[in-house]
């Protein structure tokens, strides 16, 4: 289940309309615990879906789906929280675990940032698809949290605005899913 919401990660950055409904969650200018929680309620219908069509398919007792979104409800929070774990502990748990500041470079507005660490539970799913990034560019006091054009507080911060974003702008507005390989840093 880890894999398949790691994979959901990747197709609402790469799809067009699923990037215009994700927005929502990286238009935030701050990275905080609020961040973990902020999703437009058209794709927390469709991430349930989703989830749905995976129980079907795979089958798990009742209990471990509980467990499942509870660790994923946990580790959101988590990783979305605005703390620094000591560089030590953070480089251990990172081989294991998504850790704050391994998810943090993926709300940097910068393209290639924003296009890695899509992991929300398990480090592995980077790793092994070629989209971990060790640090951002600028180190994460230089970092800026959010999207180039989306920076005006009444669209991003207030809740009519916040719902009204996916329907904003062209669709090629920014694209998100372009990767400059040619930037990537996996420090």
Same mark, same amino acid.
């Given at each position: 289940m880890d894999f398949i919401i790691y994979?959901?990660? !990747? *197709? !609402?950055?790469? !799809?067009? +309309?699923?990037?215009?409904?994700?927005? @929502?969650?990286? +238009?935030?200018?701050d990275y905080d615990v609020t961040t973990g929680a902020? $999703?437009?309620p058209i794709e927390i219908i469709l991430s349930m879906? #989703?989830?749905f069509a995976t129980i079907v398919v795979l089958g798990p007792p009742l209990v471990a789906? @509980? &467990? $499942?979104? !509870? @660790?994923? %409800? +946990?580790?959101?929070? $988590? %990783?979305?929280g605005n703390v620094r774990l000591p560089l030590g502990l953070?480089? @251990?748990?990172?081989? #294991?675990i998504v850790t704050p500041d391994m998810h943090r470079v993926h709300h940097s507005v910068e393209d290639d940032e924003a296009n890695s660490n899509f992991g929300f539970n398990l480090s592995v799913w980077d790793r092994l698809f070629g989209t971990y990034r060790g640090q951002p560019r600028g180190g994460h006091?230089?970092?800026? #949290?959010?999207i180039h054009h989306?920076?005006?507080?009444?669209?991003?911060?207030? *809740?009519?605005?916040?719902? +009204?974003l996916p329907f904003i702008g062209k669709i090629t507005d920014?694209? &998100? %899913?372009?990767r400059d390989w040619s930037k990537r840093h996996d420090q």
């Open positions: 994979l959901q990660h !990747v *197709l !609402v950055h790469a !799809v067009p +309309a699923l990037w215009r409904l994700h927005r @929502v969650h990286h +238009a935030d200018l902020r $999703f437009h879906l #989703i989830k789906v @509980v &467990i $499942f979104e !509870v @660790v994923l %409800n +946990a580790m959101a929070m $988590f %990783n979305h953070d480089r @251990v748990l990172r081989l #294991i006091e230089g970092m800026t #949290i959010g989306y920076r005006e507080p009444r669209l991003v911060t207030w *809740l009519p605005g916040m719902l +009204a920014y694209a &998100i %899913n372009r």
